[in-house]
């Protein structure tokens, strides 16, 4: 075959033309419509979550310290107050803290019905609420974003939809060559233009920018919902023994992939040594880039509209 006639010269100089790439096109729009909600959810939800354990310390309610000069009350003389306050109730729990003058956290129980408040510790005064619904809500948002509240088989949809992004990141990214003469314009939204065509120059410079974590985010999220698989697949490709346990080259990647996912250890972000600059900056790249998706199924759609009126 010539060479001027060959798939290899017509992919670096005329890939419009292949019709390889106009299935390829095909497959990824529709992919992308179908999961569109999907991409959305997932996208933006891990971009928040991005900052969880911030969320979770805003959220944690912060016991008001007793300002009375009175003795401190006994647990019985404390859960008097609170049902002389609360009639109907009985108490459920009560936790104190380490400091003495910290208000006393006291759950009171009726019937399904459940009261958390805060009580002074010498006086049996109610100081407010105790509840942790604003942490609840970020441990709901998590499972959310984890299994969409269904379990083992949400887990599994999630996987399945980590894996359609997989391949949505990777055949974008061979949609986006243009070839050897154009692929600099493609790198960013050119000046001038309509608003069609600036729509379609974000999806493209977007997609290329922020592929590699695209394809990270997705790969990893697929071995977090797909653990038993991977963890078996790389037991097959370097079984485990005496000699490499805990030290094998495919424990070390899919301890990567996992650590990716999140961008952090222990609420630190990947390469710095605590809170600070560092771990904010790597942070909010990572909700930038989290949020990737959403913004790619966004112009992709308004793309697809604006096909279907012409």
Not at 68 to 95: K, N
Not at 120 to 148: C, I, N, Q
Request: include cysteine.
């Amino acid at each position: 075959m010539p060479v001027e006639n060959s798939l290899l010269n017509q992919w670096l100089h005329h890939p419009q033309k292949l019709r390889l790439r106009r299935l390829l096109f095909r497959l990824h729009m529709i992919t992308g419509i179908s999961l569109g909600l999907y991409l959305l959810f997932i996208s933006l939800t891990g971009s928040v979550l991005v900052y969880r354990n911030e969320l979770l310390e805003m959220a944690m309610p912060i016991p008001p310290l007793s300002t009375a000069e009175s003795p401190l009350l006994q647990d019985a003389q404390l859960q008097q107050r609170a049902l002389e306050q609360y009639p109907g109730y009985q108490i459920g729990r009560l936790f104190r803290g380490a400091d003495e003058n910290q208000a006393v956290e006291v759950w009171l129980v009726d019937g399904g019905k459940r009261l958390q408040r805060f009580f002074d510790p010498r006086t049996g005064a109610d100081l407010g609420s105790a509840s942790r619904w604003k942490m609840d809500a970020v441990y709901t948002l998590m499972e959310l974003h984890k299994s969409f509240l269904a379990g083992p088989a949400g887990v599994r949809i999630n996987g399945i939809g980590a894996l359609a992004l997989l391949f949505m990141a990777c055949s974008g990214l061979l949609l986006w060559w243009p070839g050897v003469s154009r692929w600099t314009q493609r790198l960013r939204v050119q000046p001038g233009g309509t608003t069609t065509q600036k729509i379609w120059q974000t999806h493209s410079s977007m997609g290329f920018w922020s592929a590699a974590f695209i394809i990270m985010f997705a790969a990893s999220g697929a071995y977090l919902c797909f653990q038993d698989f991977f963890n078996g697949l790389a037991d097959k490709i370097e079984p485990p023994s005496r000699e490499t346990a805990g030290d094998r080259f495919v424990d070390h990647l899919l301890y990567l992939l996992a650590f990716l996912h999140f961008g952090r250890l222990n609420g630190i972000a990947l390469p710095c040594d605590g809170p600070g600059l560092c771990d904010q900056s790597f942070k909010a790249i990572w909700a930038v880039f989290g949020a990737a998706p959403a913004v790619m199924f966004i112009t992709g759609f308004t793309m697809w509209l604006n096909r279907n009126k012409e």
